[in-house]
């Protein structure tokens, strides 16, 4: 509910299969069936379609659980061990190669591909909030609200007062490792795994290994349920402790939650009655009776935990046009582009009607492109963001460049036409072109168009290529990677052009070889073709596209059409026939 309440759909897709892909692979080892490695399979190419730290973190646990499953000859155990990961690799490789395959594609010229540790451990979770285990909080972060369930933790502990096998302190210790993972760099052990293991430097959040605290606690608690239902004994004084102990730290929280609600911020108060309810059942022992009072209480606490967290919206404040948006719809018929450096646009209204802007939320950039969007903002802001430019969404970019200085020079080569602005900023020289009550519209002088013939080229090695970019005249000179042997243009002319998200096409009327560019970010999956004969996609400009284009009337064509696409569908359809 907390991931649901911060728009994490993905995430919690992959969550959904995270259990699944465990029962398939424990299972499959403690049957030798190998039919269960489908399901482990399926689970976790399932996963990797969905949200690749999610199954970064599975694959983790999954790994060392293997290493746990040690057993004598060492040659066998490795064999069948090996073995039965190959076939669920290869398995969750063609479930999930649509999606995986084009996104290894890109993964390298990523801004993820090494995050700084200052940004690997943004989101840790801090150690005052641990408490949040014992009481839901009333924070709203959704990876720092902690609370497994009331549920969760009296049959986690029923487990232990009853005893604990060798597996059960074995999902203990898992816990207690997911833990110190989720502290982040509140630890020394973050950093220190951030340095050795690898794709550690790619992951964000540390708070999101909570999830293998609240899988082993899941488990705990069923192992648990299970103990009770058998009416297995308690041992020593263990249940004495389970209801003085823990009830005397949630009752007294409970009591300071309603004397000083300020100074204590988490929910204890709910917590207790239904601490309170679920003890009196227990010791009435397992019956039909109880066992329904028991869901219930379990149920109820749940839901009081979820509903700070669940904020509906009315329908009409979802549905309804916005303004801004509807305004840049009518006025940018050509493609122009708008640019919201503070403030994006909200994405329902300008994803559909295919509205381009320059800007945009994604945790996930090419860092070409990026770098581009955040040169034309004119904020040197370096840290990373999940925005591009940085002041959309990160609150210390947003202190480092509190006032709108964008590059105009560059914001014309990204074809932007409309820049929208917070209703506090404004731009010096400029008057809105449309005003509402949170945002303003400006209109720039015409960007450069999604097409336009270079006049000059200029090799630039890529790592001064912003650098270079920013001091030269954007309308008259290009920047490529490496020489290319053009002549100058004599008469050239772009006669037409249509777009759409995934292609362009293009006539062009040139005396001389020449430079077409498109204003479009460059990705290895971008293919070219002139009159139908495919040719290189240049990359220029430091993150556009680019084309050689020969003397002549040509038509040229760019589609999006990765390889992996394609190859993706083709390994999915087969594996879901072999799976049938």
Not at 34 to 63: K, Q
Not at 444 to 464: D, R
Request: charged share 15%.
């Amino acid at each position: 509910i907390a991931h649901l309440s911060g728009g994490h759909w993905p995430m919690l897709y992959a969550i959904a299969w995270w259990p699944w892909a465990w029962l398939g692979i424990t299972r499959s080892f403690q049957t030798k069936k190998p039919a269960w490695l489908l399901l482990s399979g399926w689970s976790i190419g399932l996963m990797a379609a969905t949200d690749l730290r999610i199954l970064y973190l599975c694959l983790c646990c999954l790994g060392i659980w293997s290493l746990f499953t040690f057993q004598k000859p060492i040659g066998g155990w490795f064999k069948r061990m090996a073995s039965s990961w190959v076939a669920i690799a290869g398995l969750a490789l063609l479930v999930s190669a649509p999606q995986i395959v084009p996104f290894i594609e890109l993964l390298n010229i990523s801004n993820r591909t090494v995050l700084p540790i200052s940004e690997a451990g943004f989101g840790s979770l801090p150690p005052s909030l641990l408490l949040g285990i014992f009481f839901p909080s009333d924070f709203q972060f959704p990876e720092w609200f902690i609370y497994p369930g009331i549920g969760a933790i009296i049959f986690a502990s029923v487990g232990w007062a009853k005893g604990w096998s060798a597996r059960e302190r074995g999902w203990a210790c898992a816990g207690l490792f997911g833990a110190i993972l989720a502290l982040g760099t509140f630890t020394p052990i973050y950093p220190l795994f951030y340095k050795l293991v690898p794709g550690f430097s790619m992951l964000r959040v540390p708070a999101r290994w909570w999830i293998l605290v609240l899988f082993s606690i899941s488990i705990l608690a069923a192992l648990g349920v299970k103990k009770w239902l058998y009416r297995q004994p308690w041992i020593g004084k263990r249940l004495q402790f389970v209801i003085l102990g823990l009830g005397g730290v949630i009752i007294s929280a409970a009591i300071f939650r309603q004397v000083r609600p300020a100074m204590f911020p988490y929910e204890a108060r709910f917590t207790a009655v239904f601490f309170l309810g679920l003890i009196s059942i227990l010791l009435l022992g397992p019956r039909k009776i109880t066992l329904l009072f028991a869901t219930g209480i379990i149920l109820a606490g749940q839901w009081s935990a979820s509903l700070p967290l669940i904020k509906p919206f009315p329908v009409t404040s979802i549905s309804q046009d916005d303004p801004v948006t509807q305004f840049l719809l009518k006025a940018a018929e050509k493609g122009q582009r708008s640019y919201a450096p503070y403030s994006g646009l909200p994405f329902q209204e300008w994803v559909n009607p295919n509205l381009k802007t320059a800007d945009g939320y994604d945790s996930f950039q090419l860092d070409g492109y990026r770098q581009l969007v955040q040169a034309a903002s004119g904020c040197d802001y370096q840290g990373y963001a999940v925005s591009a430019p940085a002041t959309q969404s990160n609150p210390k970019a947003q202190l480092a460049c509190p006032d709108p200085t964008p590059n105009l020079d560059l914001l014309k080569l990204l074809n932007i036409q409309y820049l929208v602005l917070p209703a506090d900023k404004s731009m010096p020289d400029l008057k809105p072109i449309m005003e509402t009550n949170t945002e303003k519209v400006y209109t720039l002088q015409p960007g450069l168009g999604e097409f336009w013939i270079a006049a000059n080229v200029v090799p630039t090695p890529s790592q001064t290529c912003i650098e270079t970019l920013t001091g030269i005249k954007i309308d008259e000179t290009v920047l490529v990677e490496h020489e290319i042997d053009i002549i100058n243009p004599g008469f050239d002319e772009i006669l037409t052009w249509t777009s759409t998200p995934n292609s362009a096409r293009v006539q062009v009327q040139a005396d001389q070889p020449s430079l077409l560019v498109r204003s479009e970010a460059w990705a290895p999956g971008w293919k070219v073709s002139i009159d139908g004969e495919r040719t290189e996609l240049l990359r220029v400009d430091c993150a556009l596209q680019g084309v050689i284009v020969p003397a002549g009337n040509h038509r040229i064509e760019f589609i999006y059409e990765p390889l992996g696409w394609k190859l993706g569908w083709i390994g999915m359809a087969v594996i879901l026939a072999l799976s049938v």
